[in-house]
């Protein structure tokens, strides 16, 4: 089911949670609600399940206006990040609850309850802990209690807030690559919480960036990542590099580097900011008390090499900002060989924002 919002707009007294939101996500799709902490996520989420009602705007549900819809029509699936199972109840019990409390008429009858829960146990791959009861339980497997329990009663859409937030960097890891699996399963159109970056980018078909209670962006994650429409959008994914410059002749003027800006080529002189990724900078050599023509002046701090990646950081002569670089260790150990401390460093890519 297709979930849209419609101009949303939200005030908690004299504090605008959310200013004027409108989005759609794809039937079908798993999409990753991305911010800061106090961004609008969770009221956005409880205003789609209805569980909060906006001051102005709207919400539709396979196209149509859910607004004056209790949530239980809206048919939506919740789990938080504090899973809230019944502690006096088994994990059957707890995940056939929704069930048991349906009206008469609907309510299936003991066997088909059975069916079902023993069905959305081994979904989530938990079968064997069928008796058990939550205590019993690691933080991880509650958390895929929590969603077989809002799966049992067939919801349209599957809304998660911090579902993996409680729990440590590991279990995180793992969980949410068996929530895209799941997903892949179940294809239904489902929406996620998170202020983690890479949980958002590695999971996600759709991301949307949020801040301030605004939409920043919205996209897939290889596109997010590698086209940023703002400055916001830019810092918030990934490390980046800020280089505050003048634009003369359609480049950007910092130290001795111009730095190209696609897209800006005709901007008048300004103020402006460049923004490049740790791989976007290439550093060559320089022996000592000569000077480049083209590029910034640098001088190696410290350096991390584990892995397939060496991360640098290095100081610059004019500024003394310092400036993050990162290379295949392959590359760094034929540098670190030669003894070299001074380098030149020049953008490969960048984008460049006025300020
Ligand atoms: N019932 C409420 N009354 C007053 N202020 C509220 C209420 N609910 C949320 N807020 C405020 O609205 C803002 C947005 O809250 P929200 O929970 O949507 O943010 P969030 O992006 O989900 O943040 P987090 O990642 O920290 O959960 C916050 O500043 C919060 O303090």
Redesign the pocket.
């Known amino acids: 089911m297709s979930i849209e919002v419609r101009h949303i707009h939200k005030q908690?007294?004299a504090?605008t949670?959310?200013d004027d939101v409108s989005l759609a996500f794809p039937d079908g799709k798993l999409t990753a609600?991305l911010?800061?902490?106090?961004?609008?996520?969770?009221?956005?989420?409880?205003i789609i399940a209805g569980l909060?009602h906006p001051d102005t705007g709207q919400v539709l549900l396979e196209g149509q206006d859910a607004s004056r819809t209790h949530v239980r029509q809206r048919q939506v699936g919740f789990v938080f990040q504090h899973y809230a199972l019944f502690k006096h109840m088994t994990v059957f019990e707890n995940v056939a609850f929704g069930l048991r409390v349906k009206p008469r008429g609907r309510r299936p009858d003991e066997r088909r309850i059975r069916e079902k829960v023993m069905g959305l146990l081994e979904l989530v791959q938990l079968d064997w802990l069928a008796d058990r009861r939550p205590a019993a339980l690691s933080g991880g497997q509650r958390q895929r209690i929590a969603l077989a329990r809002a799966l049992a009663v067939e919801p349209r859409v599957l809304l998660l807030?911090?579902p993996f937030g409680a729990l440590d960097a590991k279990v995180r890891k793992e969980l949410r690559r068996w929530l895209r699996r799941l997903h892949d399963e179940l294809h239904m159109t489902s929406l996620f919480?998170t202020?983690d970056q890479e949980e958002a980018l590695e999971v996600a078909d759709e991301v949307v960036i949020?801040n301030k209670?605004r939409v920043e962006q919205q996209g897939a994650p290889q596109a997010v990542y590698d086209t940023p429409e703002t400055a916001f959008v830019y810092g918030f994914l990934g490390h980046v590099n800020l280089f505050q410059g003048r634009v003369r002749d359609g480049r950007l003027h910092t130290g001795g580097a111009a730095i190209e800006m696609p897209g800006l080529e005709g901007a008048a002189d300004a103020a402006g900011t460049a923004y490049v990724r740790p791989h976007d900078i290439q550093i060559e050599p320089l022996p000592a008390g000569s000077s480049a023509d083209q590029g910034l002046l640098v001088n190696l701090q410290r350096a991390h090499a584990f892995g397939p990646l060496a991360q640098l950081e290095l100081r610059r002569e004019d500024t003394q900002e310092i400036i993050e670089v990162v290379m295949p260790s392959l590359e760094f150990d034929r540098i670190r060989a030669q003894g070299h401390q001074r380098f030149v460093a020049r953008p490969r890519q960048a984008r460049v924002f006025l300020n």
């Open positions: 908690f007294g504090f949670a959310l609600l911010g800061p902490s106090g961004c609008g996520k969770t009221t956005l989420l409880r909060e807030d911090e919480v202020h949020m209670g």
